[in-house]
């Protein structure tokens, strides 16, 4: 901007040039996926391409689950307070977990929010980012039950009842190992 004083006797000289930016909440994040990994649900995304004028200082992750789109997980966390991982592929990365308040066995839509600041400090929250792929919560199964060998004829049966949990997704196999000696 520059500004001209005007008088009478005419139009003074161009004051010196200034500029500002706009402040606007932040673009919407790009590339968000979700996976199951073993603590949780894994959500990926890159920075928005517009920060609107702020550098984004937080990130609010939502999970809708599927079956009751009222039910959803929330979860804000200050950029760099060491809660998301900044990958070498610049995706940041965050994983949700049972505590955070996924339900297992649910399914989940997530999607990222960047916040940055206005000068007076107020928060203003950016454009959503869009939904992940559908994907289910789960964790590891609970251990097998009622475990028991018996030895006859050469030959070791091992039998055992199953997982009292699931962990939310179906149980397709069961891995045994032998140990020798006693304990």
Do not use: M
Not at 9 to 27: D, I, M
Not at 60 to 65: N, P, S
Not at 70 to 78: D, E, L
């Amino acid at each position: 901007f520059t500004i001209t004083a005007k008088s009478a006797g005419g139009n003074g000289l161009p004051s010196t040039s200034v500029t500002a930016t706009p402040f606007a909440p932040p673009s919407a994040p790009k590339s968000v996926t979700a996976v199951r990994d073993r603590e949780g649900i894994s959500v990926r995304w890159k920075k928005p391409d517009d920060n609107g004028g702020s550098s984004v200082s937080k990130w609010i992750l939502e999970c809708i689950d599927s079956a009751n789109t009222s039910v959803k997980v929330r979860k804000a966390f200050n950029e760099g307070d060491g809660g998301e991982e900044h990958g070498d592929d610049g995706q940041n990365k965050y994983v949700l977990k049972g505590s955070d308040g996924l339900v297992a066995g649910h399914k989940y839509r997530c999607h990222v929010i960047g916040v940055n600041k206005k000068k007076s400090g107020e928060e203003v929250e950016g454009t959503p980012s869009g939904d992940s792929e559908e994907i289910t919560f789960a964790t590891v199964p609970t251990p097998p039950q009622t475990l028991s060998a018996s030895y006859s004829s050469g030959k070791i049966s091992v039998t055992w009842s199953a997982s009292a949990s699931n962990g939310g997704s179906p149980i397709t196999g069961y891995s045994a190992w032998i140990q020798s000696g006693s304990g």
